[in-house]
């Protein structure tokens, strides 16, 4: 499976890991590395924010990037209903102008448009992305069975390879395990909280605040597994935990050497739903689909 860093701004030099990186197009004017790099076209914060969209403009930024991969610019939908119709358009616009560059992006639709969506992307190329599983929607434990439930349609309908927006963490790769390619911003946002990514656990908490949410505090015996894990997989920089800097770049190399390893409901969810058959996911989901409308 292939990770990919989502890399906001210049700060953490996560491209030294040679690592395939992200970018959003609303905050990059260019390109300072060599890595494989892929740009999320900036729906999910156009939405929220109320940007207005300008597909000319996303055509000039995505050429001034000249990267490898671009998201196709799409709108969120709430979970179990149906796509804008927008999305089509943008897509076959922005794929006219870089054809296979551009990958269309699947949200957890109802049943009905995840099947429309397939046949229709079908046509243009052999990877498409799986979205919608971060936004604060799909917080709550029923919605997040709702997107992997959802997930698992689109996995067993689409012939191709998927990637799956957000889904870089350890934790995140257990679940969404048969996906070909996943990304993450997570190392950061943890670093930023005072959290440092334990190998085989999670985040634990290491600043000097009294924590005010449901993390655990590391123990002394977790640091020395962490500290030992660097050791033994030679992180190439200075180890230093007291900045949220220097805790973005450890969380970055733990995430990337380093894999889930304690027992979830939800990870237990998504490998009985990669055996049930296509009738019985559809089933799943319009269940679910059905209870969270109720």
Known sequence: MKIILGIPDMKIPVWTFKQPLMVNQLNWNSLSWENETWVDSGGYQIMVKGIKVNIEKVVEKYKILNATQYMSLDIPSNPCHKPSELNYKYFEYLYSVFDKKIVPVIH?????????????????????????????????????KIAVGIYHLVRKLWKGKIHVLGAG???????????????????????IHGMVIIPGKGERYVGERKIVWGTKRASEEELETLLSFLDRTKYPFPIRLDNWIDRSLINAWVLLNSEYEINNPLIEYSKKLDNFSEDEIEEEVNELCMRATI
């Open 108 to 144: 957890a639709y109802d049943v009905e448009s995840i099947k429309i969506a397939i046949d229709f992307y079908s046509q243009y190329t052999d990877l498409v992305a799986f979205g919608g599983i971060i936004p604060p929607t799909l917080n709550k434990n029923g919605n997040k």
């Open 169 to 191: 963490s350890p934790f995140m790769r257990k679940v969404y395990f048969n996906a070909d390619s996943v990304d993450t911003s997570t190392y950061r946002i943890k670093g």
